[in-house]
């Protein structure tokens, strides 16, 4: 028997071993980091990709914390949550909400202090908040590209820096945007959340390398259109509500997708992610490489936008 394991069956049961390990790394490399029982922070959980983030994080046992400026909308979002969580290997836990508006900075402070009651850490910072706009510049009130700026930015932005030192502290955290493709480049009528999301790319960009040395991730996520309600709650010009679920809106991308991409971005703790189709990823490209022909191509846009308005 000895001779029979030490000649054939010990080399056979390490190397059997050895392959077991070797895949379980390849596999865990493939999947990035775990959020089981992370603490993870969603803003704008209440509706669209934040909704479908809290799916996707619960049912990956992450302890989240909801933020939102409506209570029952958020306690509906908890409500539907175990139903979508199948799998049953994961342990999963009920999160709590947090009420707040991210256009108040008081407010935001507040809700900061709330957030580290939950848990007393926050692991995954997801800012994903956000309003769009639709309008004319030379037709938008002052105080609407103050209010997009409010929420989308300095909302944000506040947020993100209230958080930030317990993270630095810990040597341990990251931090997520949900930016958009128009954080990259700027199309007509859109001057207001275009500015907003490039100011926002511009401030996690400089986050990211100032904040490196704690080990502290930075991921700005910017994706093309997405079926959700943001055009239907865009304000316009004069700060009314918009109200239209415009077409590209409707057939824009599953939001369950977009959130299984978001996580795959925290799991493998990725820089800059661009979810976009061929044509707004060329034009990335084209602003940087060919400005004069991007710009051409952006006023010819305008104005068949602004011709389809007046017929
Ligand atoms: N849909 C799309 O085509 C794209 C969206 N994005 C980005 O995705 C993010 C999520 O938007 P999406 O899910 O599409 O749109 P929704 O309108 O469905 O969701 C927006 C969320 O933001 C919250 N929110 C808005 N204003 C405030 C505020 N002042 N204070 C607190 N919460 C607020 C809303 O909460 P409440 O219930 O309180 O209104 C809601 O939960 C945004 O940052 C957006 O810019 C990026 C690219 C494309
Ligand atoms: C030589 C070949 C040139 C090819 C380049 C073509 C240029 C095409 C322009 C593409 C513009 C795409 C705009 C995409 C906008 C978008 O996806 O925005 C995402 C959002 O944040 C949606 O917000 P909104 O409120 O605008 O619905």
Same mark, same amino acid.
């Given at each position: ?7 054939? /069956? ?38 669209? $990709?934040?909704?479908?983030? *809290? ?8 302890? /989240?914390? $909801?933020?939102?400026?409506? *209570? ?12 979508? &969580? ?5 342990? #999963? ?38 309003? &769009? ?29 209230? $958080? ?75 700060? &009314? ?39 707004? #990823? ?5 602003? #940087?490489?060919?400005?004069? $022909? ?18």
């Amino acid at each position: 028997m000895e001779r029979v394991l030490g000649g054939g /069956l010990l080399p056979l049961a390490l190397t059997s071993v050895g392959v077991l390990l070797l895949y379980r790394i390849l596999l865990r490399l493939r999947q990035g980091a775990s959020v089981q029982d992370a603490v993870v922070v969603i803003t704008g959980a209440s509706s669209g $990709l934040g909704k479908e983030c *809290a799916r996707v994080f619960h049912a990956a046992g992450a302890r /989240l914390i $909801l933020c939102g400026r409506d *209570a029952g909308r958020l306690q509906q979002v908890v409500q539907e949550l175990p139903a979508s &969580s199948a799998d049953s290997q994961k342990k #999963t836990y009920t999160p709590n909400t947090v009420i707040f508006d991210m256009a108040d900075t008081d407010a935001v402070d507040r809700a900061a202090e709330e957030i580290l009651r939950c848990y007393g850490q926050v692991d995954v910072l997801i800012n994903n908040a956000g309003i &769009s706009y639709r309008g004319n510049i030379l037709q938008t009130h002052i105080s609407v590209q103050r209010d997009v700026m409010e929420t989308n930015y300095f909302g944000t932005i506040a947020l993100t820096q209230a $958080l930030l030192p317990f993270m630095v502290r810990r040597r341990s955290g990251h931090i997520v945007v949900i930016s958009s493709i128009q954080g990259k480049i700027a199309i007509p009528y859109r001057s207001a959340y275009a500015a907003s999301k490039h100011a926002t790319q511009a401030y996690f960009d400089c986050l990211r390398a100032e904040i490196e040395r704690y080990q502290i991730p930075v991921t700005v996520i910017s994706p093309g259109y997405i079926r959700t309600n943001l055009s239907l709650n865009a304000v316009t010009g004069d700060g &009314s509500k918009y109200g239209v679920l415009d077409k590209t809106t409707a057939t824009g991308r599953d939001p369950a997708e977009v959130a299984q991409a978001v996580l795959k971005a925290v799991r493998h703790r990725s820089k800059d992610v661009v979810l976009a189709g061929a044509s707004p #990823t060329l034009a990335v490209y084209l602003r #940087t490489l060919w400005p004069a $022909l991007f710009f051409r191509l952006m006023s010819s846009r305008a104005r068949k936008q602004q011709k389809d308005k007046e017929e």
